[in-house]
């Protein structure tokens, strides 16, 4: 499928009292029609400044995106997000690309009730009469699961559970038949069982719409069950992406593995004690001139602390920046 949205080296500071944090160095990716793509990675890796970064979310001061291009092939055309106005900005975001937040609770305005957060978009972008928004708004709320939805529709937040907010959010998102939906760990929040059936409401949405998705999380082991391809992020770095299955069968980068390790399994016969990670990750205030992960890798060489590895083919779709071989057992070829 062609790449509906196409990001070439994009960099993002804050320029805070302390210094200038290092959020994303030159992240690139592509997402490709109809696909989801899960960006994965710890805490401050900066998975949720990239996807920001993109649809000027990003508070300015202190954030700047320093460079890069982001380039949306959108119903207009396509256009570089970086260099849209906050106008142009407006109009893409919520009409072309929505957006699901992490918290609900503070992405929803409290005085107002779910049904006009949801109309408020409909008229904002498709022009919809306020009749019109509401009939809409309220066969939205009928998709995402929400019971007795006529009679929800004037209800506030505040009368919802966690997952039922988070089921108006994603129906806000996809009010307007956008082109991305942008899921920022929307389920991070929930427990287990309401996590299950945000998942499996995302899965039906984009099989009925034909949306492409960008699924942003830490936990590796949903994303096996929602997302295509994987890209993994460090320090503000992509350090692997592949698809899903091959980064699971044979992950190429010691990071990787080390997430993949801390996972429980449930098809092992046999236990086994889960992997942990040592040292902590990398201060973003320093620019690192070296692999951003060698400070915690078990196998970091010289060449490791000399330059930042580029990302390189490892298979078929399969890229990874790491100068060492876990296949191999030793240096990568060139």
């Not at 000027?56 to 949306?72: D, K, N, Y």
């Not at 929803?108 to 978009?121: R, V």
């Not at 429980?264 to 951003?292: A, F, M, Q, T």
């Amino acid at each position: 499928m062609p790449a509906i949205l196409k990001v070439r080296n994009l960099v993002t500071k804050f320029h805070t009292l302390d210094g200038i944090v290092n959020a994303v160095n030159g992240v690139s990716f592509d997402l490709h029609e109809g696909e989801t793509l899960a960006i994965v990675g710890e805490s401050g890796s900066g998975k949720s400044v990239t996807v920001m970064s993109l649809l000027g979310l990003i508070p300015s001061p202190p954030g700047q995106v320093e460079g890069g291009t982001a380039l949306f092939s959108g119903p207009g055309g396509q256009r570089d997000l970086l260099k849209l106005s906050r106008q142009e900005l407006r109009e893409v975001r919520g009409g072309q690309i929505g957006f699901v937040f992490q918290d609900p609770i503070s992405s929803l305005n409290p005085i107002l009730t779910i049904g006009e957060q949801i109309a408020e978009s409909l008229v904002r972008h498709q022009m919809m009469s306020r009749e019109k928004a509401r009939e809409r708004s309220i066969e939205l709320l009928t998709v995402v699961g929400i019971p007795d939805p006529r009679q929800r529709y004037g209800n506030y937040p505040h009368q919802f559970s966690g997952g039922m907010r988070q089921r108006v959010m994603i129906a806000i998102a996809i009010a307007c038949s956008p082109e991305i939906v942008i899921a920022d760990e929307p389920t991070t929040a929930l427990d287990v069982t309401i996590q299950a059936q945000i998942l499996d409401l995302f899965k039906r949405l984009r099989e009925t719409l034909g949306m492409a998705v960008i699924w942003i999380t830490h936990d590796l082991g949903v994303v096996a069950g929602i997302a295509e391809r994987v890209l993994v992020m460090y320090g503000g770095r992509v350090l692997e992406i592949a698809p899903v299955d091959d980064l699971y069968e044979r992950p190429q980068h010691p990071y990787t593995h080390g997430l993949l390790g801390a996972l429980p399994r449930l098809d092992e016969r046999e236990s086994r004690r889960l992997v942990s990670i040592k040292g902590n990750p990398p201060d973003l205030l320093i620019p690192v001139r070296h692999c951003p992960f060698a400070w915690r890798c078990e196998y970091a060489f010289d060449r490791c602390w000399q330059e930042i590895p580029p990302l390189s083919p490892a298979g078929i779709q399969h890229k990874v920046a790491c100068f060492y071989s876990i296949e191999q057992g030793g240096p990568r070829s060139d």
